[in-house]
């Protein structure tokens, strides 16, 4: 009975520590792609169709996929 118990709580903690990599690496790649976006020229973003304005948008739309 006790193994069960462990090794069902070592399985919950294994999850919980994917769940947070997954999160940290999320939030890295959110910050790679605001820095990306933030250093670009005014010229560079309207090749890519989006204005200065509408980098946060951008960004906020592709974290929430």
Known sequence: ????????????LRRAVAAL???AQARRHA???AS?????????L???GIG???VPAVLSASQAR
């Not at 009975?1 to 919950?12: G, W």
């Not at 990306?36 to 560079?44: A, F, K």
């Open 31 to 33: 910050r790679q792609q």
């Open 46 to 48: 309207l090749d890519l």
């Open 1 to 12: 009975m006790r193994s069960e118990k462990q090794a069902t709580i070592l399985a919950l």
């Open 21 to 23: 990599g997954a999160r």
């Open 52 to 54: 200065r304005s509408e």
């Open 36 to 44: 990306q976006l933030g250093g670009m020229s005014e010229h560079e």
